[in-house]
T-cell receptor
């Protein structure tokens, strides 16, 4: 069975610091997508970053970047220069690329950015 | 393009009643997935519809059902509501195959 594990239920960092959220997954698939979603207190879930497993280059979106280690099945999210608006629940997610299968979400990491 | 919309945004029901929630996907998106989110259980997959057919299903009792219309709009129904059904219900759409899911704002259901 495919699983996604986020080992940090909750984290707090000071504004402007860099923070890394961990995610590991288990799959026998070779081609898949990995995602980080953010759910702020407003509850609207939004995509932060997306990675295709066949791409070796780590995805980057402004202050957000990932460290994708395919062999280790690890997909961590780094937030640089953290801002108060980054306070949210962050979910790591996985879905196979070539099958019509459901997306699997981790249990989430609650991130607090402190002023 | 307009985003995913869900109606109603808030709902209060009593035990034993039934409820229907609606989701309109982004124009052109044919896949709609539903999730239940609670503080204790996190985000749990309910089901996915694609071209009016249920393509994937989570581990929920038969009281939870859904359907999709020819315009891709989807509804989910919960019959015989229980207190434990109180949750945020999220729907998400994708163009067709597995890829980025675009979420709606959710429907907050409270069962008294």
């Amino acid at each position: 069975a495919q699983t996604v594990t986020q080992s940090q239920p909750e984290m707090s960092v000071q504004e402007a610091e860099t923070v890394t959220l961990s995610c590991t997954y288990d799959t026998s698939e070779n081609n898949y997508y990995l995602f980080w979603y953010k759910q702020p207190p407003s509850r609207q879930m939004i995509l932060v970053i997306r990675q295709e497993a066949y791409k070796q280059q780590n995805a980057t979106e402004n202050r957000f970047s990932v460290n994708f280690q395919k062999a280790a099945k690890s997909f961590s999210l780094k937030i640089s220069d953290s801002q108060l608006g980054d306070t949210a629940m962050y979910f790591c997610a996985f879905t196979p690329m070539n099958r019509d299968d459901k997306i699997i979400f981790g249990k989430g990491t609650r991130l607090h950015i402190l002023p | 393009k307009a985003g995913v919309t869900q109606t109603p945004r808030y709902l209060i029901k009593t035990r034993g009643q039934q409820v229907t929630l609606s989701c309109s996907p982004i124009s052109g998106h044919r896949s709609v997935s539903w999730y239940q989110q609670t503080p204790g259980q996190g985000l749990q997959f309910l089901f996915e519809y694609f071209s009016e057919t249920q393509r994937n299903k989570g581990n929920f009792p038969g009281r939870f059902s859904g359907r999709q219309f020819s315009n891709s709009r989807s509804e989910m129904n919960v019959s015989t509501l229980e207190l434990g059904d109180s949750a945020l219900y999220l729907c998400a759409s994708t163009p067709q195959g597995p890829d980025t899911q675009y979420f709606g704002p959710g429907t907050r259901l409270t069962v008294l």
